[in-house]
């Protein structure tokens, strides 16, 4: 039926009075509550005590700065958690929902909120209903209200009253109907109870869980060791305030608790540089996993291919009849449909609008990935007409002729396909039970050319060097799937291939066992996804699986990674992790890559936190048992800890990409630790020599000198230089500082180690700071002798790293 729907005019005058369909979405936290969140920290309490302690001590210099770094810590939390709340933020307004609606009798794409009432809008399997309406118009209509009435099971709609009401954001399962909008934003049952469409997660990552676990275990060890200084403490008759505020003041000095924040900023920056190269990813989990990725399952449609489909070839038994099924079983939704109508337009003596709009459509059958056909019935001069459009094999079952001329439509199939062609079959039936699957007239051959991307194979190529598996899984016909995949490089043999038909026979044991041979699936129904991705994961496999129809869903829920087409359905886009804005293969090898570099540089963040945290333990340990004094001070921990557990460590996770990265095999995190051995013997390695070397510096020149001031800031000059000099040789885990391709490319990392040069002199060289710090200037031999600290630590760094890299030890 011909529906003209609302006219521009029309549509301006409506918006006017009711303004924009639009929900109440979650908000942002406001600032304020930011600011306060980063009071509720247990270590900040902690350092407010020991403040008090100074205070009751008449230390009112280190009480001072106290004051200073717990406003610090705070602002710095407060901006870094600030800025990932407002980029969370902006990605969400990335996610524009767009609906189909008929306006001055032309469909047309709008997004959701320019809807307004009396709109006509265009509904099909895989929709989010966009406002609350009533339809109108609809074929095997079914709709799943779970998110108002909390049922999963999908109810049948009609245009019958009572039957007719459809609720924003509920979802159609399958079918397809024109609704008439009656309420839109607010006004829906939906907006009444303040629900919004779509939301961002941000539920912790696995990453992020497994680096709370470790902070907690170190957190054990590091009070353990705190209290037994106490008890030294106490045992050579120290102070029992001042060794219980020092002991305090040390444990959360050595304590990483930034280390939470730093990766939720470095997970946050790597979505938008995600979003640079056309990939939207919604949840912050995601990205990690994404790095993880062993295993790409593809469909090859839109993603390996450009996805602008033409009609190439034709081969019509009658052009009359074979051009009206091509016209209505046509509701112009998706790319294969587009390509179809806009051939339909240049036929001569044929107006493929004026019969879509004339022909009553009685009864449909809509296209799904199951049967892979789609059949409607339509009244023609009074007489009714049953036409299908779909896969040619299928088509030809039900279809009336010889065993000797459906093998020679077989034969044209196999040629065509042989060609990497789309091939479509046409049936049409005027007598008997139009429903029926039988006595059908074949009436041709349609042939889709959907050309390959020229940047996949490439890709493909990438990800491949990168030990990643890719599986291309089509609905496609074998032979024209088997073009393709030969085209981006596949060598096939037999053994690589397998058809959906073997596939739903197969145990799934034997899937299992011959899944690593097999690089392409043909004829795959949605449901079968899940149980090639039920294989793959069963080996061990992190799998990422792209998909953009209704059916696809479940599959896409089911893997690691559910990667949407940026022009999939609604729920499919509902159900991934990943969204291709640009449909293209080659988003998804960007986004991998950029998963891997954010968790090499978490690595790096994670290893250099552990090293600064060990060296003061070992270094005050040690003295305790040699009873000597303090090595540093309350307020020179304090300062050490501004410098080296702020920027410098965040900061170090802006790494650019490492040349080879891509090179790497992936990671399992489930049976691989976060912290190699190496890394673990590194961190103990540097801790334990810098803190034996500066022991060893305090003991002499407080020795020598008898100058508890001067061995005190040489032992926190170096400690504190130190930690600013080896940062470099963590740019880069896999090779030397010195054979690094992207050593200045870091130009924040520069200008936080230069910030943190400046905060060491300015606390020796400042005679106000050093009444707080107790510190004195230094003349230039302790310089070359602590900066000749810093370099021995870089070579050692180094000798460890060559030697676990070239597997010497």
Not at 716 to 729: D, E, K, R
Request: aromatic share 8%; proline share 3%; charged share 25%.
């Amino acid at each position: 039926m011909f529906y003209k729907g609302l006219n521009e005019k029309e549509v301006l005058e409506l918006r006017k009075k009711f303004g924009e369909n639009l929900i109440l979405a979650k908000k942002e936290t406001p600032w304020f509550f930011i600011l306060l969140s980063q009071l509720k920290s247990p270590l900040i309490y902690i350092i407010i005590l020991v403040g008090l302690i100074s205070l009751l001590l008449q230390k009112y210099a280190d009480a001072v700065l106290i004051v200073f770094v717990v406003v610090l810590n705070t602002l710095m939390g407060f901006f870094q958690e600030h800025k990932a709340q407002k980029t969370l933020f902006a990605l969400k307004k990335i996610l524009k929902p767009e609906v189909i609606v008929l306006r001055d009798g032309k469909r047309k794409k709008i997004e959701t909120k320019e809807l307004v009432p009396t709109d006509l809008v265009i509904l099909g399997s895989g929709d989010k209903v966009p406002a609350d309406g009533n339809l109108i118009e609809g074929t095997n209509l079914l709709v799943q209200e779970a998110i108002l009435t909390g049922e999963e099971e999908a109810i049948s709609k009609t245009t019958i009253e009572g039957k007719n009401s459809l609720f924003m954001g509920t979802t159609i399962i399958s079918g397809r109907g024109i609704m008439r909008v009656e309420k839109i934003g607010l006004e829906t049952a939906i907006g009444k109870i303040g629900q919004s469409l779509t939301e961002i997660k941000t539920e912790k990552t696995p990453l992020q869980i497994k680096l709370e676990e470790l902070s907690k275990n170190l957190a054990q060890i590091i009070l353990i060791v705190c209290l037994f200084i106490f008890v030294i403490g106490l045992f050579y008759q120290k102070n029992i305030l001042e060794t219980f505020g020092f002991s305090i003041i040390l444990a959360v000095a050595a304590l990483p608790e930034g280390l939470p924040v730093a990766v939720t900023v470095i997970l946050t920056l790597g979505m938008k540089r995600i979003l640079k190269k056309k990939g939207l990813v919604k949840e912050l989990v995601s990205i990690e996993t994404l790095g993880l990725t062993s295993v790409i399952c593809v469909d090859k449609t839109g993603t390996l291919t450009q996805g602008k489909m033409q009609v190439d070839k034709t081969d019509f038994l009658d052009r009359n009849k074979s051009l009206l099924a091509l016209a209505l079983v046509n509701d112009q939704r998706t790319n294969l449909e587009t390509a179809i109508w806009g051939y339909l337009k240049t036929q001569e003596n044929f107006n493929a609008q004026e019969v879509f709009n004339t022909t009553k459509r009685i009864y449909e059958e809509p296209f799904d990935s199951e049967k892979k056909y789609v059949l409607t019935i339509n009244e023609i001069e009074g007489k009714e007409n049953a036409f299908m459009l779909g896969a040619p094999e299928i088509i030809l079952l039900f279809c009336d002729m010889s065993n000797e001329e459906k093998n020679d439509i077989l034969i044209k199939i196999e040629n065509w396909a042989d060609k990497g062609l789309k091939v479509l079959g046409i049936a049409f039936k005027n007598n008997g039970n139009l429903k029926e699957k039988k006595e059908f007239l074949w009436l041709g051959l349609v042939g889709i050319e959907d050309p390959i991307r020229e940047e996949a194979k490439e890709a493909i190529l990438i990800v491949k060097s990168a030990g990643i598996k890719v599986k291309i899984i089509t609905g496609d016909y074998r032979k024209t799937a088997e073009r393709i995949a030969s085209n981006l490089g596949f060598k096939l043999e037999p053994k690589n291939i397998l058809e959906g038909q073997e596939l739903e026979i197969i145990s799934e044991q034997e899937l299992k066992n011959r899944i690593d041979d097999i690089l392409l699936f043909t004829r795959v129904t949605p449901f079968q996804k899940q149980k090639i991705i039920k294989a793959l994961q069963e080996k061990g496999e992190i799998v990422a699986m792209t998909g953009d129809g209704v059916n696809d869903a479940p599959a896409l829920k089911k893997a690691d990674i559910g990667v949407a087409m940026g022009t999939a359905s609604d729920v499919a886009k509902e159900a991934s992790d990943l969204i291709l804005l640009d449909n293209n293969f080659k988003t998804i090898a960007a986004a991998v890559e950029e998963g891997r570099l954010i968790f090499s540089n978490i690595k790096k963040v994670v290893i250099y936190a552990l090293s600064n945290s060990f060296i003061e333990i070992f270094l005050i340990f040690g003295a305790l048992i040699l009873n000597l004094p303090y090595p540093l001070t309350i307020a020179q921990i304090l300062w050490i800890h501004i410098i080296c557990d702020g920027p410098p460590g965040i900061v170090l996770g802006f790494e650019p990409k490492e040349k080879d990265i891509m090179k790497e095999k992936p990671k399992n995190l489930q049976k691989e630790s976060i912290l190699p051995g190496s890394m673990k013997f590194l961190i103990f390695a540097i801790s334990l020599t810098i803190g034996l070397l500066c022991l060893f510096f305090f003991w002499y020149i407080l020795k020598k000198n008898n100058d508890l001031t001067l061995a005190r800031t040489i032992v926190f000059a170096t400690v504190a230089t130190v930690n600013l000099i080896y940062i470099f040789s963590f740019k880069n885990l896999k090779k030397s500082v010195f054979r690094a391709e992207n050593f200045f490319h870091n130009k924040f990392l520069f200008l936080a180690v230069a910030c943190g040069f400046l905060l060491i002199f300015v606390a020796i060289y400042s005679p106000a700071l050093n009444k707080i710090l107790d510190t004195q200037p230094l003349n230039p031999f302790y310089w070359l002798l602590i900066f000749g600290v810093g370099a021995l630590t870089v070579l050692l760094t180094e000798t460890i790293k060559f030697l676990f890299n070239s597997k010497k030890i």
